[in-house]
């Protein structure tokens, strides 16, 4: 088996992963901060422990500042509703996710005025485009990191920098770069960005976080019991509490912090090198079959692991069954939750075949599929002429 | 230990832990006393007369706190009488 669906959630994860989820269970199975006993701060030194690393990873020097999540979406939610009120104007690009792109599209039918900025075919964004977008009353500028679809990279430092320009804040979506591509919140200047857990942080689904920078203020998504502040019925003001009522995801962090301590010893940089040699080999050897259709840009370097592509005659969702049945190759196949995105590469509504690498994927797994991708390719050739 | 620090949250109280502890000083968390502070979580016990260089080494890693008491609980007679 073959497995290229990391966008979706990475697999496998590292041993340590599992081993954090069952020593939560056999030996700090009590509620973070809601007692003293021994259980009790054993599993609040395991979130505490593991907010310090996530901090850590993204450089953010307060770790109060990283607010633990269910996902990227609830995440992306939380700044989004949290910030965002009737009347203000909000930017983002075409090449969104709906975790980004639903949200907005709801504030809208509350009174947020939205500007989407065409991306080119290829995903970037033209950043006189943006530039152009951005008013005097926006109040934030929200973009990928990297696209689950195109696997484009966002130039983030350039976009902090024109929305800074003119005091607008700026949400990253890092749900596809998070643990795969270096990030540093406060080189790149960045107020808000979500991550999830499970992708290339190698954690269990079910974790992800925001960070939120110093002086960013937010509406809770959820208000309700955190531990603290105890004698008030109304919401604590401070980080994290803020924004982590009811009871954590104790396993799960437990098992982010093994993921994100997994990938500090290889170092994101590894990763990233890693991951794009891999996008390079595919590209390159799949540029040279006949009938196929790459989407997204052409230079490896511009991209996270993600590669998108079409064989001519033949439906995505046909190929993923091939791919899958034939060959033990798993892919995603469709809209990959990104409607505007695909309407930007020219797939839309059928959709592309999207093979996703990570960290446990090596060259030799590149050349089956690119194998696999030749006796298709021949195939749907032969469909085509006799049909 | 005769002091007692008290946290807003205990994203706070574990993180004076790990920094006091890296630095060598003897602390201890204990259910946090509900006579000194409303917070559900923990308190961190440690040397009242250590209490200046204490809290310079929490200010200086940004960790922050509810209050700083001079507390022993009655919960320590306990051991002793028995």
Known sequence: MIYFDNAATSWPKPPAVCAALSDYFGDAGGNPGRAGHRMSVAAARIVENAREAVAELFHAN???????????????????YGLLRPGDHVVTTSIEHNSVMRPLRHLETLGVELTVVACGADGMVDLDILHHALRSDTRLLVTTHGS?????????????????EQRILYLVDASQTAGAIPIDVQHVDLDLMAFTGHKGLLGPTGTGGLYIREGVALSPLIRGGTGSDSAHETQPEFLPDAYESGTLNVAGIAGLAAGVNFLSEIGIDAVKTHEQKLVAQFLAGASEIPGITLYGPRDGALRCGVVSFNVNGVTPSEVGLILDESFGICARTG????????????????????????????????????????????????????? | MDGLISFF????????????????????????????????????????????????????KNVRIDGVHCYRPRSDDWSVRR
């Open chain 2, 9 to 60: 949250a205990s994203h706070h109280a574990m993180r004076a832990e790990a920094v006091l502890k890296g630095s060598g000083w003897a602390v201890r968390l204990i259910p946090g006393p509900k006579d000194l502070s409303p917070n559900c979580g923990v308190a961190l016990r440690f040397e009242y007369a250590q209490r200046e260089n204490v809290l310079a080494a929490l200010v200086a």
């Open chain 1, 148 to 164: 689950n679809v195109a696997g484009t990279i966002m130039p983030v430092a350039a976009l902090a920098a024109f929305a800074h």
């Open chain 1, 335 to 387: 809209l990959h939750c990104a409607p505007a995105a695909h309407r930007t590469l020219g797939t839309f509504p059928m959709g592309t075949v999207r093979f996703s690498f990570g960290w446990f994927n090596g060259p030799a797994e590149i050349d089956v599929a690119l194998a696999a991708l030749r006796q298709i390719g021949v195939w749907a050739r032969s469909e085509l002429a006799t049909h």
């Open chain 1, 62 to 80: 307060d770790s109060s500042r990283i607010v633990f999540t269910q996902n990227a979406t609830h995440a992306l939610n939380l700044a989004l």
